[in-house]
């Protein structure tokens, strides 16, 4: 799988994608990514980007044109690209985008600057996402949020395959991940469960569901709503939602 981003700052996304997992998946071949200056597809000598919006207003907007041609050019050369927009317009960005995401064989990141880009440019888009109710000031941020979020999906990417399952809105579970602890057993007074430490694995599995449904229901209610769950979980739900009378 390749990423490629068009940025008017390029350079920003080589150190956090050369480092930690996502390096080790790179160099392994797990996915490939090339960023490109958008002020390549410019024709003065300023190699000007932005522009003065119609009707006034504050701030600059991303020209459509360097957009446009940048597009039509990394479309033309190799398999088309699945295009990716970012806007406080665009669809949620979740899991299951990641997921399908995973599906693509070339993806495009189109990273915007200033106060926002020509209403035209998203024509081109296969998907807009929004990453949240917030503005940032560039799309780069949101760009390496989804390679991450994709890239630990992709086979191989992890150490154990089943690391990137057993999380926290996983399609399988739908649920926030269950709580975990590590050494030591004891700290300033909290003690790990018993049951971590019991070796019966089917204790532990048990032990996690209802971890994991109680931390949804306290910190996620929401993802409730479409989570797989049987009656005596919805029941036990009820009973941890405000709904049900505690929290």
């Avoid at 930690?20 to 003065?44: E, K, P, Q, Y």
């Avoid at 690209?81 to 997921?99: I, K, L």
């Amino acid at each position: 799988m390749i990423f490629e981003a068009l940025s008017v700052i390029p350079d920003v996304f080589e150190p956090y994608l050369d480092a930690s997992i996502m390096g080790r998946a790179r160099r392994a071949g797990v996915f490939d990514f090339v960023a490109h200056d958008l002020r390549n597809w410019t024709h003065d000598r300023h190699r000007t980007v932005d522009d003065a919006p119609f009707g006034g207003g504050q701030g600059m907007l991303m020209k459509p044109a360097p957009v446009f041609e940048a597009v039509d050019e990394l479309s033309s050369t190799g398999e088309r690209p699945h295009v990716v927009f970012f806007s406080p317009c665009g669809r949620p960005y979740d899991q299951r985008c990641a997921e399908r995401l995973t599906q693509e064989r070339r993806v495009l990141l189109v990273c915007g600057r200033y106060e926002g880009m020509d209403e035209r440019v998203y024509s081109l888009a296969d998907d807009v996402f929004s990453l949240g109710d917030y503005v940032l000031t560039g799309g780069e941020l949101a760009a390496l949020a989804v390679i991450d979020s994709v890239v630990r999906l992709l086979p191989g990417a992890l150490g154990d395959d089943m690391s990137a399952v057993d999380e926290s809105f996983s399609a399988d579970a739908g649920l926030l991940e269950y709580a975990q602890y590590t050494r030591p057993a004891t700290y300033r007074g909290m003690a790990v469960p018993d049951v971590l430490l019991s070796g019966d694995h089917a204790r532990v599995a048990s032990w996690r569901r209802r971890s994991s449904l109680e931390r949804t229901a306290r910190w996620r209610p929401d993802l409730l709503e479409r989570a797989p769950l049987t009656e005596e979980e919805r029941e036990l739900v009820r009973s941890l939602t405000p709904e049900g009378g505690e929290r």
